[in-house]
């Protein structure tokens, strides 16, 4: 089975700090995506890597940057994190050539 | 662009009626469609995918979806609803024809009655 870890379930950060969200796949998928999930807003795509060092923006990328230095980790920075930042984060990866996401558990990020 | 809707944001059943939760999409070819279902607090785990072939696709948990051309629907759909189905699903479809991005709808949140 496809796995995919985030680093934490629960975080909670001051404004202005600068935040780390970690994500692991074990399946060597080269497609690895950063979705924020909020309230009838659904998943909205923030950023997205097709294979290591490689990004593109998503639909929401302001205020946010990644890296994917391995395969297997894909990173979400906030560089300085904001009230409106607080929400759901979900990883998710897939393959080269496929469109079946398998999703992580999601980190609940609280910025006060 | 691909768009995908889910019109009910809130459905509420009795344990053991019949589900039907509704997805629509633009897309002009064939897609590719997914449902997927999100527990209180958790990530999202697939239920069920339609790629081509057979409009009628079995998934997990005893869900089933229809894709209908003519109606550019692809609707989820379960006999018999269990209170451990109460959880918030998703519609998905490609939003572009590289880089396996999907777009998802809003979701519809499923509370179930005893």
């Known amino acids: 089975d496809v796995k995919v870890t985030q680093s934490s379930r629960y975080l909670v950060k001051r404004t202005g700090e600068k935040v780390f969200l970690e994500c692991v796949q074990d399946m060597d998928h080269e497609n690895m995506f950063w979705y924020r999930q909020d309230p009838g807003l659904g998943l909205r795509l923030i950023y997205f890597?097709?294979?290591?060092?490689?990004?593109e923006k998503g639909d929401i990328p302001e205020g946010y940057s990644v890296s994917r230095e391995k395969k297997e980790r894909f990173s979400l920075i906030l560089e300085s994190a904001s009230t409106n930042q607080t929400s759901m984060y979900l990883c998710a990866s897939t393959p080269g050539q496929g469109y079946e996401q398998f999703f992580g558990p999601g980190t609940r990020l609280t910025v006060l | 662009a691909q768009s995908v809707t889910q019109p009910d944001i809130h459905i509420t059943v009795s344990e053991g009626a019949s589900l039907e939760l509704r997805c629509n999409y633009s897309y002009g070819a064939t897609p590719y469609l997914f449902w997927y279902v999100q527990s209180p607090g958790q990530g999202l785990q697939l239920l069920l995918k339609?790629?081509?072939?057979?409009?009628l696709v079995q998934g997990i948990k005893g869900f089933e979806a229809e894709f209908k051309r003519s109606q550019s629907s692809f609707n989820l759909r379960k006999p018999s609803v269990h209170w451990s189905d109460a959880a918030e699903y998703f519609c998905?479809?490609?939003?572009?024809?590289?880089?396996?991005?999907?777009?998802f709808g809003t979701g519809t949140r499923l509370q179930v009655t005893l």
């Open positions: 998905a479809a490609p939003s572009s024809g590289t880089a396996s991005k999907l777009t």
């Open positions: 339609y790629f081509s072939g057979d409009t």
């Open positions: 890597s097709y294979d290591v060092k490689m990004k």
